[in-house]
């Protein structure tokens, strides 16, 4: 692995069905991210977390789930997918805390039907 | 939280002219002012940064200008060239809560 990854790359979900993407980092960096992109609405964050052991709410939390068990994953869950869902999530790190560069994964393209 | 609002959402330019975006944000504690460029189907990458002790940064054919007073920053392109087709988002980072607040993005389209 070399920098951040994310899986699956895309996927078609049909709605009310339980969906866990997962991101993961080699750089040891301690914050990660999660957004959702949408056209013209940018880059919205969903979740963060500053280091292992914590995380916070973005603008658009509502529906998702995050854990921090180890510095390395951060992955993000739809208890119960709606179709308002369907975007394309990013997952991002930074060495520490966001006044930093932020560095991507290859980003997942979920559809819920 | 931080909002910041970036215009104009297209701009369409002659290959070797200039591009200017400009970004407004709300958060006066907000410190830290990146840009980002993502192409057709990609990631997007930093292309250049900014902090708020400073006030302009070059690097090569792209300039980032910053009005702390103001509470606006600009991305500014020279010669512009086909490869600087791509989607641009500037975003703001504030010190009380150091998350990473993004525009809604802008589609810069040069034409040959």
């Known amino acids: 692995i070399a920098g951040i990854t994310q899986a699956p790359t895309s996927q078609i979900l049909a709605a009310g069905r339980r969906m866990t993407l997962r991101c993961t980092q080699d750089?040891?960096?301690?914050?990660m991210y999660w957004y959702r992109q949408d056209l013209g609405l940018g880059l919205r964050l969903i979740h963060y977390?500053?280091?292992?052991?914590?995380?916070g709410k973005g603008e658009v939390p509502d529906g998702y789930s995050v854990s921090r068990a180890n510095t390395d994953d951060f992955p993000l869950t739809l208890a119960s997918a709606v179709p308002s869902q369907t975007s394309v999530y990013f997952c991002?790190?930074?060495?520490?805390?966001?006044?930093?560069?932020?560095?991507f994964g290859q980003g997942t393209r979920l559809t819920v039907v | 939280g931080e909002n910041v609002e970036q215009h104009p959402s297209t701009l369409s330019v002659q290959e070797g002219d200039s591009a200017v975006i400009k970004c407004t944000y709300s958060?006066?504690?907000?410190?830290?002012f990146p840009w980002y460029k993502q192409e057709l189907g990609k990631r997007p990458q930093l292309i250049i940064d900014?902090?708020?002790?400073?006030g302009e940064k070059k690097d090569q054919r792209i300039a980032v200008t910053l009005n702390k007073t103001a509470k606006h920053f600009s991305l500014h392109i020279t010669e512009t060239q086909p490869e600087d087709s791509a989607v641009y988002f500037c975003?703001?980072?504030?010190?009380?809560?150091?998350?990473?607040?993004f525009g809604a993005g802008t589609t810069v389209t040069v034409r040959a």
């Open positions: 975003a703001a980072s504030s010190l009380n809560d150091y998350k990473l607040s």
């Open positions: 977390s500053n280091t292992a052991g914590t995380t």
């Open positions: 900014i902090r708020s002790n400073v």
């Open positions: 958060d006066s504690a907000s410190n830290y």
């Open positions: 750089m040891r960096h301690n914050a």
């Open positions: 991002a790190s930074t060495p520490d805390r966001g006044n930093a560069e932020a560095f």
